[in-house]
């Protein structure tokens, strides 16, 4: 079946240290999304990819990196400068392109990351 | 700019009555709208959207929206509740030309048996 992967599911991670979170998706979609959800503020935008070797922030991206080296690829890197990094990550794809764009995300089951 | 206001946070209703979660838009350009429905510790999942063809909108799970322009709403609807649509219902634009989708705070639905 075709979908959206994420890992690891839990993560628990030292203050100081980054962290990577896997995104792989095989709907053979555009474009890719990293939001953080906190409870009570909804889904918050840290970066977003539309085609290969090209991302652009988000209204959060401070203390995140990412790359995109393949369409089905988009992980996530949480680094130290990131002030309040534990939080639920979701990943998201849609359709892009001239005719084509249905403006639906398509989300994965998401990843915790608690900072001890 | 476009952004999306959520009316309450969390709203309770009984099995069987009607559930309406309220959403209203902003948006500079005429916009894509969704309604999304998310369980604990899960992913999101798509219940309708809005892209200007029909105003009324047919989801899944027996839900509905109505876009108003003129109200800049895009309300959510099902007549009778059940105990399994209990969950967080999220609102969300995007303009039509462009890949950014702006969320709402989100809405918790209660069923009470």
């Known amino acids: 079946d075709g979908g959206i992967t994420q890992s690891p599911k839990y993560l628990f991670r030292k203050e100081g240290q980054n962290v990577t979170l896997s995104c792989e998706q095989n709907l053979n979609h555009d474009a890719m999304y990293w939001y953080r959800q906190d409870p009570g503020q909804g889904l918050r935008l840290i970066y977003y990819?539309?085609?290969?070797?090209?991302?652009q922030k988000g209204d959060i991206a401070e203390g995140y990196s990412v790359s995109r080296e393949k369409k089905e690829s988009f992980p996530l890197t949480v680094t130290s400068a990131q002030k309040n990094p534990t939080a639920f990550y979701l990943c998201a794809s849609s359709i892009e392109g001239e005719g084509r764009t249905t403006g639906e995300l398509f989300f994965g089951e998401g990843s915790r990351l608690t900072v001890l | 700019a476009q952004s999306v206001t959520q009316l309450g946070s969390h709203v309770s209703v009984s099995e069987g009555a009607l559930v309406l979660l309220r959403c209203n838009y902003s948006?500079?350009?005429?916009?894509?709208l969704f309604w999304y429905v998310q369980y604990p510790n899960q992913g999101l999942q798509l219940l309708l959207k809005y892209t200007s063809a029909a105003t009324l909108v047919k989801g899944i799970n027996g839900f509905e929206a109505e876009f108003k322009k003129s109200e800049t709403s895009f309300h959510l609807t099902k007549p009778s509740a059940h105990m399994r649509d209990a969950a967080e219902y999220f609102c969300a634009v995007r303009r039509t030309n462009a890949g950014k989708s702006t969320f709402g705070d989100g809405t918790t639905l209660t069923v009470k048996p």
């Open positions: 948006s500079s350009v005429p916009p894509y």
């Open positions: 990819s539309q085609i290969v070797n090209d991302f």
